[in-house]
């Protein structure tokens, strides 16, 4: 174990870092504007340009990191990182924002693919999930952990914008001096959204409901928040809430996966989704100890729906296909992130604060309904067919390789 650590350790507090800094910004960003009295479908278009950018770095961020090399790409893209978020606190304007927002989802998508690619070339079979599991841990942990800045007083407007920078910047000091030699980049080609569909139309409906859902409770939530008058402080144990809430969670649905037909357990998250939707939006008001357990339920719900979509996909797919379905399923999963909030803050404008987990329960009720029809479709493939459940994040399609039942043979 203290082997494998010390061989992705610098890896791992760069991630770290780099999440605890850019978690709370999202965060802060959300909060900033919901205090100038921006509409709810301005902020809904300023937030979903990260995940915009996200996708477009997905695709296209690799020929920075091949044409440069790893290190001199981390450093580019952590350094650019890092002026971004000192932009912001200079002038509050959403055109200007929306543009800082699809730069820094495209850095980040960058940053990923330096960290999962070195991850992906430090691996073998026998650590792959290993290696898996600690890069979750500290993904999750950086970026949960970073909401406790927000409980800082920050009456300059800048202090926070300043703090987020210094740990984007500390991030890019252990790569920048490792002696580990970079890796090469993995080629990762993605299945088209026809084919996804064709393998697994539960999988394919539910990854793209978990973006609409993630990405809009990601961008609004800050919003949310401060609608229903929670202080900024309350607003990041919110948001920290949902996101324990998906590590706790997010391990012992998988594992009920494994034992049940999988389907079953898609429907029941999808069923909770549904229902904590409806609690937190009941439950929206200051001092509800109710709201934070809701935050914690509704994250774990929704965070174990991605990877069971895509434990499903590959029940219904050869070894051989599953790391271009896992490549596919990402960016599935970043174009409902990129819908949603443009969506979900047009519910809000009409409905008020309560309305962004109205748009929750609207989805997920939808996927629901779909997952229940397909359950009659089609019968569920044979227990021996069925792959181990895996926790895995949504970043970029290069984390694919990663995943242990990507495995050559695997499930054949």
């Given at each position: 174990m203290v082997g494998i650590l010390r061989s992705v350790l610098v890896l791992l507090l760069a991630i770290l870092l780099l999440m605890a800094g850019n978690g709370p910004l999202n965060t802060i960003i959300g909060v900033r504007l919901e205090a100038a009295g921006t509409a709810p479908a301005i902020i809904g278009a300023v937030m979903s340009a990260y995940f915009g950018g996200l996708t477009l770095g997905s695709l296209f961020a690799y020929r920075i990191v091949?044409?440069?090399?790893?290190?001199?790409?981390?450093?580019?893209?952590?350094?650019?990182?890092?002026?971004?978020?000192?932009?912001?606190?200079?002038?509050?304007?959403?055109?200007l924002w929306s543009l800082l927002r699809l730069s820094e989802g495209f850095c980040m998508a960058g940053l990923f693919i330096c960290v999962e690619s070195w991850l992906n070339d430090r691996t073998t079979s026998e650590t792959r999930g290993k290696i898996l599991a600690f890069y979750m841990v500290c993904l999750y942990a950086g970026q949960a952990g970073g909401q406790f800045m927000l409980n800082l007083q920050d009456e300059s407007g800048f202090l926070l914008f300043a703090l987020v920078s210094i740990l984007i910047s500390f991030a890019v000091i252990p790569v920048a001096l490792t002696r580990v030699a970079p890796p090469i980049l993995p080629h990762v080609e993605g299945l088209s959204f026809y084919r996804l569909y064709e393998a697994s139309p539960l999988g394919m409906v539910g990854t793209v409901?978990?973006?609409?859902?993630?990405?809009?409770?990601?961008?609004?939530?800050?919003?949310?928040?401060?609608?229903?008058?929670?202080?900024?402080?309350?607003?990041?144990?919110?948001?920290?809430?949902?996101?324990?809430?998906?590590?706790?969670?997010?391990?012992?649905?998988?594992?009920?996966?494994?034992?049940?037909?999988?389907?079953?357990?898609?429907?029941?998250?999808?069923?909770?989704?549904?229902?904590?939707?409806?609690?937190?939006?009941?439950?929206?008001?200051?001092?509800?100890?109710?709201?934070?357990?809701?935050?914690?339920?509704?994250?774990?719900?929704?965070?174990?729906?991605?990877?069971?979509?895509?434990?499903?996909?590959?029940?219904?797919?050869?070894?051989?296909?599953?790391?271009?379905?896992?490549?596919?399923?990402?960016?599935?999963?970043?174009?409902?992130?990129?819908?949603?909030?443009?969506?979900?803050?047009?519910?809000?404008?009409?409905?008020?604060?309560?309305?962004?987990?109205?748009?929750?329960?609207?989805?997920?009720?939808?996927?629901?309904?779909?997952?229940?029809?397909?359950?009659?479709?089609?019968?569920?493939?044979?227990?021996?067919?069925?792959?181990?459940?895996?926790?895995?994040?949504?970043?970029?399609?290069?984390?694919?390789?990663?995943?242990?039942?990507?495995?050559?043979?695997?499930?054949?």
């Open positions: 091949t044409g440069y090399g790893h290190i001199r790409a981390f450093t580019a893209f952590a350094s650019a990182l890092s002026g971004i978020s000192l932009v912001y606190a200079l002038h509050l304007d959403p055109l409901s978990s973006g609409l859902v993630l990405g809009s409770f990601y961008s609004l939530g800050p919003s949310f928040s401060s609608e229903i008058g929670l202080d900024l402080s309350q607003t990041g144990m919110f948001m920290s809430a949902v996101i324990f809430g998906g590590v706790l969670l997010q391990l012992p649905v998988g594992r009920l996966s494994d034992v049940f037909d999988r389907r079953l357990v898609i429907i029941g998250v999808l069923t909770a989704m549904v229902l904590v939707s409806v609690g937190t939006a009941a439950a929206a008001y200051p001092g509800s100890s109710l709201l934070y357990w809701a935050a914690l339920v509704f994250g774990g719900a929704s965070f174990a729906l991605y990877p069971l979509c895509v434990a499903h996909m590959n029940d219904h797919l050869g070894a051989a296909a599953r790391v271009s379905a896992s490549g596919g399923l990402i960016l599935a999963y970043s174009a409902g992130a990129t819908l949603g909030p443009l969506l979900s803050s047009g519910v809000m404008t009409l409905t008020g604060a309560p309305g962004l987990f109205a748009f929750t329960a609207m989805v997920s009720s939808f996927a629901l309904v779909f997952g229940l029809w397909r359950m009659r479709a089609r019968p569920s493939p044979p227990a021996e067919q069925q792959g181990p459940y895996q926790m895995l994040p949504r970043t970029t399609p290069v984390i694919a390789p990663l995943d242990p039942r990507s495995e050559p043979g695997d499930g054949e």
